[in-house]
């Protein structure tokens, strides 16, 4: 990092403390962050993404913070999963100290909680207030769209939004530029709130597999049941782009790219398969990683295509796939049946 940007970062931390908004970097994706100690600050989240008030938002926090402050009960396998996994893409629902706001929780009695691995995220982190700080922040995103891994994909959500100006309490007083997202889909959501009665739960997929975790705790996380804390990321329609998704099997694609084509369609596709094809297309690795790196930006690319349909040759199954094949599926929710609608006009 040179110095311009440990300028930029400081500035960025001094906006955090007076209360305005900053959008940061993190190894998943860009986060929209304000004080997660000032209710106003966190309103103000809301406000700028148009999100419902009720929905928590995950508290970010400095390589080495100190998780009692923000959390009332931390299990043994809380420190471990610390341990083996922050600074990295993993958040933790714990049982929420009682003098940090409802505001970032939506009002149930957690907090989540995780340590970003991205450089320019922990400079900012520990900037903060000299350290001790949280930052709440959500996906730097309007709310239900799909989430940016770039800085110009937040520029793209927030068009007039960013820059110092009058007025407006929901305007974005930086953001900083990281480059592109490692990871490229969000933190892995284990719920350890309730593990006397209900066990780790895994409430949200992602690059840290559940698999993972059980070599750490030595315990299997289960689904998410009626119970489980609510989580906007677990809505059945999130991640989606303006065009409707569809996902179908490799061996469909070409056919059915050609019929909607017959039909007068402007389809876009994204694929993995080596597949010969004609028009809009991105083709994303035949791994799990470097699909997941590439998803968001593909999907915001082919949506700017002005395509009918973005058709996606559906990923491979099994558990290093599960991330993925989640946030496409919530994705493509509320698209069904457009393929055989286009097909019959
Ligand atoms: O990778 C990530 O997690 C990114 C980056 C910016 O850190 N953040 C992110 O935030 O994806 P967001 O708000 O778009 O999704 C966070 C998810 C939501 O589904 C939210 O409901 C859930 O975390 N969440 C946060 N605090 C929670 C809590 N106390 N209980 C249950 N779910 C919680
Ligand atoms: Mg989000």
Request: proline fraction near 7%; glycine fraction near 12%.
């Given at each position: 990092m ?10 960025a ?19 929209l ?13 809301y ?35 610390v341990?083996?996994?922050w ?12 003098h940090?706001?409802d ?8 907090v ?36 940016p891994t770039?800085?110009?994909?937040v520029?793209d959500e ?8 009058p007025?407006n ?56 049941d009626?119970s ?5 990321g ?7 782009p303006k ?12 056919e ?5 084509q ?32 590439g ?14 349909l ?8 099994g ?9 496409l599926?919530?994705a ?6 457009t ?6 006009a």
């Amino acid at each position: 990092m040179n110095e311009l940007d440990q300028a930029a970062i400081v500035a960025a931390a001094r906006a955090l403390e007076a209360g305005a908004l900053v959008a940061f970097p993190t190894e998943t994706v860009y986060g929209l962050g304000a004080d997660a100690e000032s209710p106003a600050a966190v309103a103000r989240i809301y406000e700028a993404k148009g999100r419902p008030n009720d929905h928590p938002v995950i508290v970010h926090l400095a390589p080495g913070a100190d998780l009692s402050y923000w959390a009332s009960e931390i299990p043994a396998e809380a420190h471990a999963l610390v341990a083996a996994f922050w600074p990295g893409p993993l958040t933790l629902i714990l049982k929420r100290a009682s003098h940090i706001p409802d505001a970032v929780s939506g009002g149930q009695d957690t907090v989540g909680l995780r340590c970003p691995s991205h450089p320019v995220a922990m400079a900012l982190l520990s900037a903060f207030k000299g350290g001790k700080g949280g930052v709440a922040a959500p996906s730097a995103n309007k709310f239900g769209n799909v989430s940016p891994t770039t800085a110009q994909h937040v520029r793209d959500e927030f068009d007039g939004d960013v820059g110092q100006g009058p007025g407006n309490g929901a305007r974005i007083a930086a953001v900083l530029d990281g480059g592109s997202s490692q990871v490229g889909i969000e933190s892995t959501i284990l719920d350890l709130s309730r593990l006397a009665t209900h066990g780790p739960v895994l409430l949200r997929p992602g690059h840290i597999s559940a698999k993972q975790i059980a070599d750490v705790i030595g315990q299997m996380p289960g689904l998410p049941d009626q119970s489980a804390p609510r989580a906007s990321g677990t809505l059945e329609s999130h991640y989606a782009p303006k065009a409707p998704v569809a996902l179908i099997a490799g061996a469909a694609v070409v056919e059915t790219l050609a019929a909607l084509q017959a039909r007068q369609r402007q389809v876009a596709v994204i694929h993995y398969s080596a597949i010969a094809l004609g028009g809009a297309q991105a083709i994303l690795p035949g791994d799990p990683v470097g699909y997941a790196y590439g998803l968001y930006a593909a999907l915001r690319a082919m949506d700017q295509t002005g395509a009918d349909l973005i058709l996606v040759e559906a990923p491979p199954q099994g558990e290093a796939w599960l991330g993925v094949n989640d946030r496409l599926r919530r994705a493509a929710f509320g698209s069904a049946g457009t393929i055989e609608k286009f097909l019959q006009a």
